[in-house]
């Protein structure tokens, strides 16, 4: 691997600053000295040794890949970190998608959008996960519906998979349903070890 640490946030729209941020404490906390990267031109993406998608609108995420010409150079990333539209653009299966809306089918898990209703059925509540303790906060969030063997769940909402990992080859993703950027970092410690392998 390269010298220099990089981890990219696709930052068209969403909350990009909010998971810079805890990008950054994360590799504080960390100690390690990583280079924490907007991501909005194909150009950059072979510099990263890993993409966090932010939650937002997996939709308009979608097309504004697309119109970047970035889309099939998405796939080739390494890792990548999806939280709620982020896990969408990660799952090989979508429900209540749009007629074109399309997915990068890294992960091996079935994903239903705007699950839990409209936007005022959002909700917060504290969560107990494999990493430990998490204030999640659910806004028009997706439900992971079904995965493959080799998905590890990490944490569950009554029942329903929240949050869950797959290792595919040299390949590692991460999907959450929630946004841990707002309320913790305990996620992107997380997803930054396995990247870096530590
Ligand atoms: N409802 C959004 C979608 O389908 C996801 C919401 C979110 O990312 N908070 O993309």
Not at 13 to 30: Q, R
Not at 46 to 58: K, N, Q
Not at 124 to 130: A, C, L, V
Request: with cysteine; glycine share 6%.
């Amino acid at each position: 691997m390269k010298s220099q640490k990089t981890v990219g946030i696709l930052a068209f729209h969403g909350d990009v600053i909010e998971h810079i941020e805890a990008t950054k404490n994360a590799s504080k906390n960390l100690h390690l000295n990583i280079e924490v990267v907007p991501v909005r031109t194909k150009e950059i993406i072979h510099t990263l040794d890993a993409l966090i998608i932010p939650g937002g609108e997996s939709t308009t995420l979608h097309k504004l890949c697309e119109r970047e010409g970035m889309w099939e150079k998405m796939k080739q990333i390494k890792n990548i970190f999806g939280t709620c539209a982020g896990a969408i653009m990660l799952s090989n299966q979508v429900f209540h998608k749009t007629h074109d809306q399309k997915t990068l089918e890294l992960m091996d898990i079935e994903i239903d959008r705007n699950a839990y209703g409209r936007q005022t059925e959002s909700f917060e509540k504290d969560i107990k996960t494999s990493l430990g303790d998490i204030h999640a906060v659910f806004i028009r969030a997706p439900r992971i519906i079904k995965v493959k063997k080799d998905v590890m769940i990490l944490a569950r909402n009554d029942g329903e998979i929240i949050a869950c990992e797959q290792k595919i080859n040299k390949n590692y993703y991460l999907a959450v349903c929630f946004h841990p950027e707002l309320t913790s970092t305990i996620f992107h410690e997380y997803f930054i070890k396995k990247v870096y392998q530590i």
